[in-house]
C-alpha cells in the first residue's frame, strides 16, 4: 500500500504504527546530548530516564554507548542488564560494538536488538554473520550521514562517532546493509543532530526509497511538526529524538496525539 | 507462586522481569516439583517452532499435566504457538496439542516479520484483557502464526491485511501471539490479569 504525498510516495507497513524511540547516549553511565556531536550536557541516569519512557508511551528506546571504549564495554552490560529489569518496551543498544561475541552479550543481557556503525564499516559482513545468527530482526544498522561538500545531493558515511569521514555513500551502503542483512536502518544526521532545526528529509527519502527496511529518522527533531515531515516527507517508519524529550520540551503523550490528529497511526 | 518453564531459550528472562515489576512471586524453573505447586504456568520463547519445542523436551509433558489438571496456562509467541497441534516452520514439527489447530507462515503477500506495534481488538469475555477497553496496541515480532481450529476458544484479532489471530483462551489454556512483556503498561496489564487469574483459581 502506498500514499501520495507532496514529494513522492510513502510505504505503508500494512497497519502498524509510526514509532516515536527516545535516544539516550550514553557516557560514564549518565546520559549526555550534545550539539553536532559536540558539547554534552547531562541529561539524568540511564535506567530511571528509560523506565519513565517505557512507562509513559514510548514505542522503543535507543542506548548509545558513546565513550565505547574497552573499559566502557562492562559497564555497558551491566546497564543493559538493568534496564531490561526496568524497561518493558523493546531496546536497541549500539556504541562501539565490535564483534558477533559482543552481540551476543548484549542480546543476552535483555537488548532486542544491537546497532552496529564502525565496525561494519571495516567489516560489512559483520552484518551478515550477526544477521544468520540472531535473525535480521535483532540487526541495526547506524550511519552517521554527513553532506558531501564536493558531490551536491550526496552523503557521506562518517565513523568512529562521526570523527572520521569515509569514502562511502549513504545511500549506497544503506542498500549494501540491507542486502547483508540488516534489519532496519538508524539513520543520523550529523548535519541536524542537536540543532532542533528539523531532520535532514532528503538524506531521509533518498535513503528511504533505496531500501525496503525500515528507516529511523535521527538528528534535527525541534518541534513536533519536525517528526510528521520526517515520516510524510522523509518516509521515514519511525522517529528518534532526544533532546526536545529529555530536556521536557514535548512528552511522548503530545508527539503521539500530534501525529494521530495529522493522520498517521500511533500507538495511543 | 507462578513457573516460567526454564528451556535455555530467549527472552526467559524478559518475561520473568516483567512478572517481578508487577509483584508477581515467579520462579524459573523446570522441576517438577516446583512446577506442581505453581499456581499457573508461563511458556515464553523465541525460536524456531522446531528448535524450541525441542529445547522444551521432557518439560513438555509437565506443561500437559498441569493443563490436564486445570492449571493456567499462559503462551508467549512461539511458547503460544507451541499450544497448537502442530507447525510448519521448517518443515512439519507436532505441537502439545492442547488447542486445536496449526501454524503456519505468514502470507507472502505481507511484510514478514510482522514486526512493530499492531492494535488488538479484544473481546470482553476473555481474561487477559479485563479492565483494558475495547482495543490496545501490542508489540508483535513473528513470521509464522497460529490457525486456531478449535470451536471452544475465544480469540482475539489484529489486522495485518487480515485477521490474525493474536489471542486464545480456551478453558484454562491462555496464550498471546505478541510479546506482553515488551508492550509497556497495557502489556503488563495482560501479565497482571494472568496473575490475578491464577491466585483467584487457586
Known sequence: MSFKLQT?????????TKRIIPCLDVKDNRVVKGINFLNLRDAGDPVELGARYSDTGADELVFLDITATIRSRKTIVDMVERVAKNVFIPFTVGGGVQSVEQIDELLRSGAEKVS???AAVQNPNLIAEAAQRFG???VVLAIDARRSKTRPGHWQVCVKAGSEPTDLDVVE???????????EILLTSMDADGTLAGYDNELNRAV???VNIPVIASGGAGNLDHLYDAITLGGADAVLMASITHFGDFTITQMKEHLRDRGLPMNL | MIVVIDYNIGN???VCNAFRHIGCDIRLSRDPDTVGRALGLVLPGVAAFGYAIEALGSAAELVKQAAAAGKP???ICVGYQMLFEESSEYGPHQGLGLVKGKVVALPAAQVVPHMGWNRVDLPGDMDLFSDLGESRHFYFAHSYYAQPGDERAKIAYTDYGFALPAAIQKDNIYGVQFHPEKSGRQGLKVLQNFYDLCRSRA
Not at chain 1, 513522492?8 to 502498524?16: E, P, S
Not at chain 1, 551502503?173 to 534489519?183: F, Q
Open chain 1, 136 to 138: 535480521n530482526q535483532c
Open chain 2, 73 to 75: 496456562v499462559l503462551g
Open chain 2, 12 to 14: 526467559v528472562r524478559s
Open chain 1, 8 to 16: 513522492g510516495t510513502f510505504k505503508l507497513f500494512v497497519m502498524l
Open chain 1, 116 to 118: 552496529v556503525n564502525t
Open chain 1, 173 to 183: 551502503w544503506a542498500a549494501r546493509g540491507e542486502e547483508l542483512g540488516a534489519g
Open chain 1, 208 to 210: 528511504s526509497d533505496a
